[in-house]
């Protein structure tokens, strides 16, 4: 799944939006996963990554809502 900067999550429409988080959540959701059973993932910065991408995207989210 690909990570959206901040002027990528602004284009997105509001349906889009959620698809692609709930997207990005599953995926973090699996490399949890991996982590917990004991594994190692092949990229750990990865995680990071996706986290401040949903990050950006319930931003994003919260700010529609007040405007």
């Given at each position: 799944?690909a990570?959206?900067?901040?002027k990528?999550?602004?284009q ?5 939006l959620?698809?692609n988080?709930d997207?990005?959540r599953?995926?973090?959701?699996q490399?949890?996963?991996?982590v917990?059973?004991g594994?190692?993932?092949e ?8 986290r401040?991408t949903?990050a950006?995207?319930?931003t994003e989210q ?6």
């Amino acid at each position: 799944m690909a990570l959206f900067r901040a002027k990528d999550v602004k284009q997105f429409s509001d349906v889009e939006l959620q698809e692609n988080m709930d997207k990005l959540r599953m995926d973090l959701v699996q490399h949890y996963g991996k982590v917990s059973a004991g594994g190692a993932t092949e990229n750990p910065g990865h995680i990071r990554e996706l986290r401040r991408t949903i990050a950006r995207m319930m931003t994003e989210q919260n700010r529609r809502r007040t405007a």
